[in-house]
T-cell receptor
Framework: DTGVSQDPRHKITKRGQNVTFRCDPI?????LYWYRQTLGQGPEFLTY????????KSRLLSDRFSAERPKGSFSTLEIQRTEQGDSAMYLC????????????FGEGSRLTVL | GENVEQHPSTLSVQEGDSAVIKCTYS??????FPWYKQELGKRPQLIID?????GEKKDQRIAVTLNKTAKHFSLHITETQPEDSAVYFC???????????FGAGTTVTVRA
């Protein structure tokens, strides 16, 4: 499968713990986006990268959230000191170098904070 | 920021009938309007999109219309089939960064 892959698919953690999600975009896609989706809602934009540059991070939900894409390939999203309100599906998407607008989503990483 | 509202939240149609989903957006600078389909437990996938320089676009049984003056756009599915059952999301963005603002989604159920 050469689509966007995310790991882990499911994560259950206790409140206060740190979690990290990884996203591997489609190769040759230079843009990578992180979204959060809660039940019954559409995806909510968090941040995005063009190659290794993080072009916007103002929409990250709090300073507990951070994202990296160190070599312009895979990306990680870290949530520190998790809270129950962080429980959601975290979706990664990538888009082509000559961007037509289409985002290719991964299947998401579901976070449950107990 | 952009606010996208989507109606209805649920839609049940008889197989073969048409389905229409409507969205409004708040930012008049928005110029790109995609529609994504998300089947249960699956990833969202683009089904059709339209840009602000076009009023209508059609792809087989799916069409999208855009009214820039009223700031609303709609998805039309004709001759619905059971495999059209899914959640449909509209979205909007401006510029070329494609930071999409999504609507809350419409759950479409096609009754056989």
């Amino acid at each position: 499968d050469t689509g966007v892959s995310q790991d882990p698919r499911h994560k259950i953690t206790k409140r206060g713990q740190n979690v990290t999600f990884r996203c591997d975009p489609i190769s040759e896609h230079n843009r990578l986006y992180w979204y959060r989706q809660t039940l019954g809602q559409g995806p909510e934009f968090l941040t995005y990268f063009q190659n290794e540059a993080q072009l916007e991070k103002s929409r990250l939900l709090s300073d507990r959230f951070s994202a990296e894409r160190p070599k312009g390939s895979f990306s990680t999203l870290e949530i520190q000191r998790t809270e129950q309100g962080d429980s959601a599906m975290y979706l990664c998407a990538s888009s082509r170098r000559l961007n037509t607008g289409e985002l290719f989503f991964g299947e998401g990483s579901r976070l449950t904070v107990l | 920021g952009e606010n996208v509202e989507q109606h209805p939240s649920t839609l049940s149609v008889q197989e073969g009938d048409s389905a229409v989903i409507k969205c409004t957006y708040s930012d008049s600078a928005s110029n790109y309007f995609p529609w994504y389909k998300q089947e249960l437990g699956k990833r969202p996938q683009l089904i059709i999109d339209i840009r602000s320089n076009v009023g209508e676009k059609k792809d087989q049984r799916i069409a999208v219309t855009l009214n820039k003056t009223a700031k609303h756009f709609s998805l039309h599915i004709t001759e619905t089939q059971p495999e059209d059952s899914a959640v449909y999301f509209c979205a909007a963005s401006k510029g070329n960064d494609y930071k999409l603002s999504f609507g809350a989604g419409t759950t479409v159920t096609v009754r056989a």
